[in-house]
């Protein structure tokens, strides 16, 4: 694959830039021919594919910030010259080409572009249906800016199948990939995981965890609960699950008082444990599916724990290992909580809603991880580059 100077490369970003506003009126009024044939049922979907000047704006402050960022290829990792002579130097290099899958979000054609695009890769976008008109016009903008820069259109390619196209392309690709980031719930995951040939990063699915200590403050409790849980349903770093532990002081008069707070904010309510004896009149847990699922709505399931460790052993089991939280105020119990919990981001009296590539200083991210090779949490700039060793000699050879 070509090596692109970053001059040449924040050229391009530089179109983008330019272009995503020339054509703002044609790219808002193409997610509008989206937004008309959805079935506004799936309110999280729906809040997913909306495209507006505020989104627009956005989309044009994630490549201005990408293309502030240092060029993440080509940087030494380490340096040695060996006692033999021999000089090996490891540096920082291209995936090669990257196919992301995901649903609904038009921004997601410009942040991983960038992010793929300013790291050296090729990217394939395979958006979802719903959001095909939006996405056929931002890929336009994009081979705009690389024509204008004097680059090849196959930099950035949209891709167009259905599923069963999509299997044959994961089982038999008709150009070379490298990486495939699926970026969306089980069943995605899952059929990727079971057809491609090549590595899978996985990410987008949420069921958040928060362990509410015996040790916590309640007024924090309930302001970082609320907010993890309602300012952003559709978003995979929202509150899912809570477990409060029955030895919190004045626990019945604190649940209920957590229950007319959520009832208040429009938020369903599911009961298990203590709890559901605390509140007879909310709906209880009948499956126990239900703790692997992602609400992606304006739901909760509460239940009561009797320790810590049995906090840990619930978490640990059922979610999703992306984001969990305790609120407590015993600095050694969060810190035990945050070392045990396997989870790409675990959190200490804050909302979950904080596992963003731009609110954890990555910036624009890809995808969050919720794999352990090669990177867990924000896929930012500096994530989308593999290494590669550079080994120097003078007719060495091995004795």
Same mark, same amino acid.
């Given at each position: 694959?070509?090596?692109?100077?970053?001059?040449?490369?924040?050229?391009v970003?530089e179109?983008?830039?330019?272009?995503?506003?020339?054509?703002?009126?044609?790219?808002?009024?193409a997610?509008?021919?989206?937004?008309?044939?959805f079935?506004?049922?799936?309110?999280?979907l729906?809040?997913?594919?909306v495209?507006?000047?505020?989104?627009?704006?956005?989309?044009?402050?994630?490549?201005?910030?990408?293309?502030?960022?240092?060029?993440?290829?080509?940087?030494?990792?380490?340096?040695?010259?060996?006692?033999?002579?021999?000089?090996?130097?490891?540096?920082?290099?291209?995936?090669?080409?990257?196919?992301?899958?995901?649903?609904?979000?038009?921004?997601?054609?410009?942040?991983a572009?960038?992010?793929?695009?300013?790291?050296?890769?090729?990217?394939?976008?395979k958006?979802?249906?719903?959001?095909?008109?939006?996405?056929?016009?931002?890929?336009?903008?994009?081979?705009?800016?690389?024509?204008?820069?004097?680059?090849?259109?196959?930099?950035?390619?949209?891709?167009?199948m259905?599923?069963?196209?999509?299997?044959s392309?994961l089982?038999?690709?008709?150009?070379?990939?490298?990486?495939?980031?699926?970026?969306?719930?089980?069943?995605?995951?899952?059929?990727?995981?079971?057809? +491609?040939?090549?590595? $899978? #990063? @996985?990410?987008?699915?949420?069921?958040? %965890?928060?362990?509410?200590? /015996?040790?916590?403050?309640? =007024?924090?409790?309930?302001?970082?609960?609320?907010?993890?849980?309602?300012?952003?349903?559709?978003?995979c770093? +929202?509150?899912?699950? $809570? #477990? @409060?532990?029955?030895?919190?002081?004045? %626990?019945n008069?604190?649940? /209920?008082?957590?229950?007319? =707070?959520?009832?208040?904010?429009?938020?369903?309510?599911?009961?298990?444990?203590?709890?559901?004896?605390?509140? +007879?009149?909310?709906?209880? #847990?009948?499956?126990?599916?239900?703790?692997?699922?992602?609400?992606?709505?304006?739901?909760?399931?509460? =239940?009561?724990?009797?320790?810590?460790?049995?906090?840990?052993?619930?978490?640990n089991?059922?979610?999703?290992?992306?984001?969990?939280?305790? #609120?407590?105020?015993?600095?050694?119990?969060?810190?035990?909580?945050?070392?045990?919990?396997?989870?790409?981001?675990?959190?200490?009296?804050?909302?979950?809603?904080?596992?963003?590539g731009?609110?954890?200083?990555?910036?624009?991210?890809l995808a969050?991880?919720?794999?352990?090779?090669?990177?867990?949490?924000?896929?930012?700039?500096?994530?989308?580059?593999?290494?590669?060793?550079?080994?120097y000699?003078?007719?060495?050879?091995?004795?």
């Amino acid at each position: 694959m070509q090596l692109l100077s970053t001059d040449k490369k924040n050229a391009v970003l530089e179109s983008m830039i330019n272009l995503i506003e020339e054509r703002r009126k044609e790219i808002i009024a193409a997610n509008k021919k989206d937004l008309d044939t959805f079935d506004r049922d799936d309110q999280a979907l729906y809040d997913r594919l909306v495209v507006n000047d505020t989104k627009v704006d956005d989309m044009k402050r994630a490549v201005q910030e990408v293309k502030n960022q240092e060029d993440p290829v080509g940087n030494e990792i380490s340096n040695i010259t060996l006692d033999s002579g021999l000089k090996i130097i490891n540096k920082t290099d291209p995936f090669g080409t990257i196919l992301i899958i995901y649903e609904s979000r038009p921004d997601v054609t410009i942040e991983a572009a960038v992010l793929a695009f300013k790291a050296n890769n090729k990217i394939l976008l395979k958006g979802g249906k719903e959001a095909f008109h939006s996405n056929e016009e931002l890929v336009k903008c994009w081979h705009m800016a690389l024509e204008q820069n004097g680059l090849a259109k196959d930099w950035i390619k949209m891709l167009v199948m259905n599923r069963q196209e999509t299997q044959s392309f994961l089982m038999k690709p008709t150009e070379k990939l490298d990486l495939i980031v699926p970026r969306g719930g089980e069943r995605l995951i899952d059929f990727v995981k079971q057809y +491609a040939k090549c590595a $899978v #990063l @996985i990410s987008g699915r949420g069921n958040n %965890f928060m362990y509410v200590s /015996k040790n916590a403050d309640w =007024t924090k409790t309930v302001k970082v609960l609320i907010n993890a849980k309602t300012d952003k349903i559709s978003g995979c770093n +929202a509150l899912d699950k $809570v #477990l @409060i532990d029955d030895n919190l002081p004045d %626990f019945n008069t604190k649940v /209920k008082d957590l229950a007319k =707070t959520l009832d208040s904010a429009g938020v369903e309510t599911l009961v298990d444990g203590k709890v559901a004896e605390v509140l +007879a009149n909310h709906q209880k #847990l009948e499956n126990e599916s239900t703790w692997y699922e992602e609400f992606l709505a304006m739901k909760i399931l509460i =239940t009561s724990v009797n320790s810590q460790e049995e906090a840990h052993q619930m978490i640990n089991t059922y979610s999703g290992k992306h984001s969990s939280v305790i #609120l407590t105020e015993n600095e050694t119990e969060a810190k035990r909580f945050m070392e045990e919990i396997d989870s790409a981001a675990v959190y200490h009296n804050a909302s979950t809603r904080f596992t963003d590539g731009g609110q954890m200083g990555v910036g624009a991210e890809l995808a969050i991880s919720t794999d352990k090779l090669h990177h867990r949490g924000p896929l930012g700039l500096k994530q989308l580059v593999t290494n590669k060793y550079y080994v120097y000699g003078d007719a060495h050879i091995r004795e």
